[in-house]
């Protein structure tokens, strides 16, 4: 099994709907992340947290919000989505020590109409 | 402010050659440096990581790459290239210091490879 499990792993919907993104993990880590790709702009970082009650915005987290339910579970939600969301998302976890890397998800490809 | 280029959108090299794709960051003291490679479907998956030492650090499937702090470059090289290398190639830079209190990465734009038979 992934240590990194991302649901669902496509997705299309319409403008305005609410849409959640889910990532759960077995690495026991306390640092999540979920970042967005898009074709030639890399993966830009959207919320991240260090623990159930410590969460963070990225560089990009307008239109976007989250809840950490468990120090293995991280959701993502879009309140509203609109097309401009559609990317594919990716859900990432760390070790708490400074210089590990990041371990991602499979992603989930989002469309919106 | 942090940034990595990777100057190079696409490559495409014949299976058997050798590769070599830039990194270049900006950062102002030595960083961490990471690269992950994404196949299609797939997530990021670690290639190899620079933390200290040895500058010349070896990775998984063959790939090694070369901290130059002279140039700022973390360039990623393998000798022969194999048709399951095509994939997307990220370079990633992480701070020493948590910024905003976590361990921030930055990531480049990406290098596609294309591998022709």
């Known amino acids: 099994d992934a240590d990194v499990t991302q649901t669902p792993r496509n997705r299309i919907t319409k403008t305005g709907k609410r849409i959640m993104l889910e990532c759960s993990q077995t690495k026991g880590h306390d640092r999540m992340y979920w970042y967005r790709q898009d074709p030639g702009l890399g993966l830009r970082l959207i919320y991240y947290s260090f623990d159930v009650k410590d969460i963070n915005k990225g560089e990009i987290s307008d239109g976007y919000s989250v809840s950490r339910q468990a120090q293995a579970k991280f959701s993502l939600s879009l309140e509203s989505a609109i097309p401009n969301q559609t990317a594919l998302y990716f859900c990432a976890t760390s070790e708490a020590t400074v210089g590990q890397p990041q371990h991602f998800g499979d992603g989930t490809r989002l469309s919106i109409l | 402010a942090q940034s990595v280029t990777q100057p190079d959108i696409h490559i495409t090299v014949s299976e058997g050659a050798s590769l070599e794709l830039r990194c270049n960051y900006s950062y102002g003291a030595t960083p961490y440096l990471f690269w992950y490679v994404q196949s299609p479907g797939q997530g990021l998956q670690l290639l190899l990581k620079y933390f200290s030492g040895d500058t010349l650090v070896q990775g998984i499937k063959g790939f090694e790459a070369e901290f130059k702090r002279s140039q700022s470059s973390f360039n990623l090289r393998k000798p022969s290239v194999h048709w399951s290398d095509a994939a997307e190639y990220f370079c990633?830079?992480?701070?020493?210091?948590?910024?905003?209190?976590?361990?921030?990465?930055?990531f480049g734009a990406g290098t596609r490879l294309a591998v022709h038979p």
């Open positions: 990633a830079v992480g701070s020493r210091m948590f910024s905003g209190g976590y361990n921030k990465l930055i």
